[in-house]
């Protein structure tokens, strides 16, 4: 079985959707301080074909022709995650808001996940609002969390709602 070469919080290695592609890879990149807080928490994406920028004389100040891009087609192509999304309101605190909890219940990547924060289950999202975080990558059977900072007086007598989806790209 094909394996991602990136390991994820739990310390254990994941079987990677995108192993059978051989064209991109895709790398978790966490940062803590002394104590095991975190600090940073990213994930790198590289493609396989990297870009060409050919010969130096296709290079003119400030325009750069490229001769290849690189490859993340296979980005769009990742199997959609099952995910388990809940969302506790935080009512009467300094900043008000709510905690969008992101669990990943299967052995797929949640990929370039957008959270999105509704007065109802078919509503429009509450703006303004602010999250500590957004396009986040989850692992297999891990879970995140994203702040989100917002009037929750605006959602009095309405179901709260938190959705996810993956960002596509035409």
Same mark, same amino acid.
């Given at each position: 079985?094909?394996?991602?070469?990136?390991?994820?919080?739990s310390?254990?290695?994941?079987?990677?959707?995108?192993?059978?592609?051989?064209?991109c890879?895709?790398?978790a990149?966490?940062?803590?301080?002394? =104590?095991g807080?975190?600090?940073?928490?990213?994930? *790198?994406?590289?493609?396989?074909?990297?870009?060409?920028?050919?010969?130096?004389?296709?290079?003119k100040?400030?325009?750069?022709?490229?001769?290849?891009?690189?490859?993340?087609?296979?980005?769009n192509?990742i199997v959609?995650?099952?995910?388990?999304?809940?969302?506790?309101?935080?009512?009467?605190?300094?900043?008000?808001?709510?905690? %969008?909890?992101?669990? %990943?219940?299967?052995?797929?990547?949640?990929?370039?996940?957008?959270?999105?924060?509704?007065?109802?289950?078919?509503?429009?999202?509450?703006?303004? %609002?602010? *999250?500590?975080?957004? *396009? %986040?990558?989850?692992f297999?059977?891990?879970?995140?969390?994203?702040?989100?900072?917002?009037? =929750?007086?605006?959602?009095?007598?309405?179901?709260v709602?938190?959705?996810?989806s993956?960002?596509?790209?035409?």
């Open positions: 079985m094909d394996r991602n070469p990136c390991i994820g919080k310390g254990r290695q994941a079987p990677s959707p995108l192993g059978r592609y051989e064209r890879v895709l790398c990149a966490k940062m803590t301080d002394a =104590t807080k975190l600090l940073a928490d990213n994930v *790198y994406w590289e493609s396989k074909s990297g870009d060409d920028v050919g010969p130096a004389s296709n290079d100040q400030f325009q750069a022709n490229r001769s290849q891009l690189a490859d993340f087609a296979v980005l192509t959609p995650a099952h995910r388990v999304v809940s969302v506790p309101t935080r009512m009467k605190m300094a900043k008000p808001g709510a905690h %969008i909890n992101i669990t %990943i219940n299967s052995n797929h990547i949640a990929f370039f996940l957008r959270a999105e924060i509704a007065a109802d289950p078919n509503g429009n999202e509450v703006l303004p %609002i602010r *999250y500590d975080d957004n *396009y %986040i990558t989850v297999p059977h891990e879970s995140r969390t994203i702040e989100a900072t917002f009037e =929750t007086s605006w959602l009095s007598g309405h179901t709602v938190a959705t996810t993956p960002r596509r790209s035409p």
